[in-house]
Nanobody, 121 residues
Framework: QVQLVESGGGLVQPGGSLRLSCAASGSFFELNTMGWYRQAPGKQRDLIATEDGGRNTDYADSVKGRFFISRDFDRNTVSVQMNSLRPEDTAVYYC???????????????WGQGTQVTISS
């Protein structure tokens, strides 16, 4: 199995910055895509940013130019630097990983426990 542990959430004023980090641990063959999603109250969970094994990144339009994802492939970690934060960025942020547990096996998806990010003055 795979465990994802997030850190870095909190309360920030509008215009501020925050960095979220996530570390993957466990036994697996391939850690392909890692990234971040968020879910605001009463809304669905939406993609924020992901980076796959080929270092290809994907961002939600709402965060392009403000959020920047980075991975450490040696340490199995993923981080997102969030700048120019807005009240509408308030949500629970979830770490995501797409993992192959063994050779020839299909990919499984894993989620972290979530970390609250609140943007308010």
């Amino acid at each position: 199995q795979v465990q994802l542990v997030e850190s870095g959430g909190g309360l920030v004023q509008p215009g501020g910055s925050l960095r979220l980090s996530c570390a993957a641990s466990g036994s697996f063959f391939e850690l392909n895509t890692m990234g971040w999603y968020r879910q605001a109250p009463g809304k669905q969970r939406d993609l924020i940013a992901t980076e796959d094994g080929g270092r290809n990144t994907d961002y939600a339009d709402s965060v392009k130019g403000r959020f920047f994802i980075s991975r450490d492939f040696d340490r199995n970690t993923v981080s997102v630097q969030m700048n120019s934060l807005r009240p509408e960025d308030t949500a629970v942020y979830y770490c995501y990983a797409r993992v192959r547990l063994g050779v020839g096996m299909t990919f499984n998806e894993y989620w972290g426990q979530g970390t609250q990010v609140t943007i308010s003055s």
